[in-house]
């Protein structure tokens, strides 16, 4: 009886690769079928129009003076 060692070795490799494969697949498929029920359950709030213009420049200066703060600090030390 002679065993082929490297035909073997190739068997147990396309055995785990097709495992991993389907079980990835899997996941994902679950992963999408979760995420839709959440979005149709618990869908995410829309902001209103009006109010995001204002907190989008409010941002904005608060990042400036961030940015700013940050680089005095640097100067400084």
Same mark, same amino acid.
């Given at each position: 009886m002679?065993?082929?060692?490297?035909?073997? &070795?190739?068997?147990f490799?396309?055995?785990?690769? &097709?495992?991993?494969?389907?079980?990835?697949i899997?996941?994902i498929?679950?992963?999408?079928?979760? !995420?839709?029920?959440i979005?149709?359950?618990?869908?995410?709030p829309?902001? !209103?129009? &009006?109010?995001?213009?204002?907190?989008?420049?409010?941002?904005?200066k608060?990042?400036?003076?961030?940015i700013?703060a940050?680089?005095a600090?640097?100067?400084? &030390?």
């Amino acid at each position: 009886m002679e065993t082929n060692l490297v035909l073997e &070795g190739v068997k147990f490799m396309i055995l785990g690769m &097709g495992t991993v494969f389907v079980f990835l697949i899997i996941m994902i498929a679950c992963m999408n079928i979760i !995420s839709s029920v959440i979005n149709k359950f618990f869908p995410e709030p829309q902001p !209103s129009a &009006g109010a995001s213009g204002a907190n989008a420049q409010n941002d904005k200066k608060k990042i400036v003076a961030a940015i700013t703060a940050a680089i005095a600090h640097h100067r400084q &030390g």
